[in-house]
């Protein structure tokens, strides 16, 4: 079957061709906490999931990541996998409680020695390590000053990042300090779904602003240690009006203000915005210049060599009453009628990706984008022939990079493109069930079996362009047979 995707009709005809330019990054992503298991080993200390995870009904299903998919352990194997795609880049996380077990002080050698270990090893095999320092697994110690709630939380995070840039940045070109800070804020901060389960809207809103201050502070102290370009990843989803009615552009608005713009605007050097500052501050009550005080907007702005993009859907927005549980006037309301969904019903919206490309580039002018996230849930599995077989990834992947391939065509500066994610992994609170990855995982064994969807990536990265047909796993030759070896 093939699906048809809303807002996805003539620009697919022209990227179809697109051929990305020569030295464009293209790889997977990863996360620390989600694959590595091995929580004990080599002195890291406790993290603020491990503690969270040990709550009473905190992960879907009850699981943890003490194995995960072991790639503490399996590093090698997965870099072999990665490897044998062909792919040039590789994102993963150092384990922030690995390098600095009791969040601030004693730097542990062991953690450091095994990042750089891998590092190496993907430099000796033409793999550009793309490193994020904080994919939400603070050290738990640091709670006791509120986590990122306090402001301490930004000298802590300078010493882990100048330990990490010390050792490692004469080597890494690509730095992300802070993943989705608007994921922290509302899902750790504010609805306490995540790390560390905190529900305060006011602290919700100080952990946001803090996360972004340890990013420019970080870049600051680690810029001396690296000549690796320095960004952030933010989780950017489009928000569109349910209708016409003003009231819903007036919701779409304040959302991508909440969303997209008060993350965007101070990072990239505009300040927090004036609309979404009066919303936040009649939300907590008043007092917002006690979080967001005189010179922090200075101390974040122009400190971004790239923007990290990390895209899955849109958001489609409707005007509603604050009230419990609703600080702003909006709601989400999703799309009316049938639209293509992923297993675990978000909607797939490509032509949102061009429009959101099209858009950084209008208004963010000068920054290059990296696509550090782009993917989907579908819990295809192996069938009797031990294969994976799902063509619904094929199809979203080909349309994602095609509806990329758009805004390039028209003037977007993406240096590159990192599938979410390399493996099947621990989706946080949602455990072991959404699978994202490109190669399957056996949770019980650690096999690593890559789907049809990673043979299918592998094919479009060669040419460097959309190949093959949907639905189908390209006539890869070697490549399936090479890769057979994994599966
Ligand atoms: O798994 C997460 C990742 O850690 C952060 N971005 C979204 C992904 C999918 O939910």
Same mark, same amino acid.
């Given at each position: 079957?093939?699906?048809?995707?809303?807002?996805?009709?003539?620009?697919? !005809?022209?990227?179809?061709?697109?051929?990305?330019?020569?030295?464009f990054?293209?790889?997977?992503?990863?996360?620390?906490?989600q694959?590595?298991?091995?929580?004990?080993?080599?002195?890291?200390?406790?993290?603020?999931?491990?503690t969270?995870?040990?709550?009473?009904?905190?992960?879907?299903?009850?699981?943890?990541? @003490?194995?995960?998919?072991d790639?503490?352990a399996?590093?090698r194997?997965?870099?072999?996998?990665?490897e044998?795609?062909?792919?040039?880049?590789?994102?993963?996380?150092v384990?922030?409680?690995?390098?600095?077990?009791?969040?601030?002080?004693?730097?542990?050698?062991?953690g450091?020695?095994?990042?750089?270990?891998?590092i !190496?090893?993907?430099?000796?095999r033409?793999?550009? #390590?793309?490193?994020t320092?904080?994919?939400? !697994?603070?050290?738990?110690?640091?709670m006791?000053?509120?986590? &990122?709630?306090?402001r301490?939380?930004?000298?802590?995070?300078?010493?882990?990042?100048?330990?990490?840039?010390?050792?490692?940045?004469?080597?890494? #070109?690509? &730095?992300?300090?802070?993943?989705? #800070?608007?994921i922290?804020?509302? %899902?750790?901060y504010?609805?306490?779904?995540?790390?560390?389960?905190?529900?305060?809207? @006011?602290g919700?809103?100080a952990a946001?602003?803090?996360?972004? %201050?340890?990013h420019?502070?970080?870049?600051?102290?680690?810029r001396?240690?690296?000549?690796?370009r320095?960004?952030? *990843?933010?989780?950017? $989803? #489009?928000?569109?009006?349910?209708?016409?009615?003003?009231?819903? $552009?007036?919701?779409?608005?304040?959302? !991508?203000?909440?969303?997209?713009r008060?993350?965007?605007?101070?990072?990239?050097?505009?300040?927090y915005?004036?609309?979404?500052?009066?919303?936040?501050?009649?939300?907590?009550?008043?007092?917002?210049?006690?979080?967001?005080?005189?010179g922090?907007?200075?101390?974040?702005?122009?400190?971004?060599?790239?923007?990290?993009?990390?895209?899955?859907t849109?958001?489609?927005?409707?005007?509603?009453?604050?009230?419990?549980? @609703?600080p702003?006037?909006?709601?989400?309301?999703?799309?009316a009628?049938?639209?293509p969904?992923?297993d675990?019903?978000?909607?797939?919206?490509?032509g949102a990706?061009?429009?959101?490309?099209?858009?950084?580039?209008?208004?963010?002018?000068?920054?290059?984008?990296?696509?550090?996230?782009? *993917?989907?849930?579908?819990g295809?599995?192996?069938?009797?022939?031990?294969?994976?077989h799902?063509?619904?990834?094929?199809?979203?992947?080909?349309?994602?990079?095609?509806?990329?391939?758009?805004?390039?065509?028209?003037?977007?500066?993406?240096?590159?493109?990192l599938?979410w994610?390399?493996?099947?992994?621990f989706?946080?609170?949602l455990?072991?069930r959404?699978?994202?990855?490109?190669?399957?995982?056996?949770f019980?064994?650690?096999?690593?079996?890559?789907?049809?969807?990673?043979?299918h990536?592998?094919?479009?990265v060669?040419?460097?362009?959309?190949?093959?047909?949907?639905?189908?796993?390209?006539?890869?030759?070697?490549?399936?047979?090479?890769?057979?070896?994994?599966?």
């Open positions: 079957m093939t699906l048809r995707f809303p807002e996805h009709g003539s620009p697919e !005809d022209r990227s179809a061709t697109f051929r990305f330019p020569e030295g990054l293209w790889g997977a992503a990863t996360s620390a906490y694959i590595e298991g091995s929580l004990e080993t080599d002195g890291r200390g406790v993290s603020v999931w491990d969270f995870a040990a709550r009473e009904g905190a992960i879907e299903g009850g699981g943890d990541a @003490r194995i995960a998919c790639s503490y399996r590093w194997e997965d870099l072999d996998i990665v044998h795609l062909g792919l040039n880049a590789y994102r993963f996380s384990a922030w409680s690995r390098v600095v077990p009791e969040g601030r002080g004693r730097v542990e050698p062991r450091l020695d095994h990042y750089e270990r891998q !190496d090893e993907m430099l000796a033409g793999i550009a #390590p793309v490193v320092l904080n994919h939400w !697994d603070m050290p738990e110690a640091l006791s000053d509120g986590g &990122w709630m306090g301490s939380s930004v000298d802590a995070f300078v010493e882990y990042a100048v330990a990490v840039a010390d050792r490692l940045g004469d080597r890494v #070109p690509w &730095w992300i300090t802070q993943n989705e #800070p608007w922290i804020q509302l %899902l750790g504010q609805l306490g779904l995540h790390a560390p389960g905190i529900r305060d809207l @006011r919700s809103l946001g602003h803090h996360v972004l %201050l340890a420019g502070a970080a870049y600051d102290a680690m001396p240690l690296t000549s690796g320095i960004g952030a *990843g933010l989780n950017l $989803l #489009p928000c569109v009006p349910a209708s016409d009615d003003p009231a819903d $552009l007036a919701a779409a608005h304040g959302s !991508d203000g909440y969303v997209n008060w993350f965007l605007d101070p990072l990239l050097g505009e300040g915005p004036d609309d979404m500052r009066a919303h936040w501050d009649r939300a907590i009550g008043g007092g917002i210049d006690d979080i967001v005080r005189a922090d907007e200075e101390a974040i702005g122009g400190r971004s060599d790239f923007l990290g993009v990390n895209f899955y849109h958001r489609v927005m409707a005007a509603a009453e604050p009230g419990p549980g @609703r702003f006037p909006w709601k989400v309301v999703g799309t009628g049938e639209v969904r992923t675990e019903g978000t909607e797939i919206v490509p990706f061009t429009d959101l490309l099209r858009r950084l580039h209008r208004e963010y002018p000068g920054t290059p984008l990296l696509i550090t996230e782009n *993917g989907a849930i579908y295809d599995s192996p069938t009797h022939d031990g294969e994976v799902d063509v619904r990834r094929i199809q979203y992947l080909r349309a994602h990079i095609e509806a990329m391939g758009t805004a390039m065509q028209e003037g977007a500066d993406v240096a590159g493109y599938h994610s390399l493996l099947d992994n989706e946080w609170a455990g072991y959404p699978r994202f990855g490109l190669v399957y995982v056996d019980r064994t650690g096999e690593r079996i890559p789907k049809d969807s990673a043979r990536y592998a094919e479009i060669r040419a460097g362009r959309v190949v093959g047909r949907e639905g189908t796993a390209p006539d890869a030759g070697t490549l399936v047979d090479s890769l057979g070896a994994f599966g």
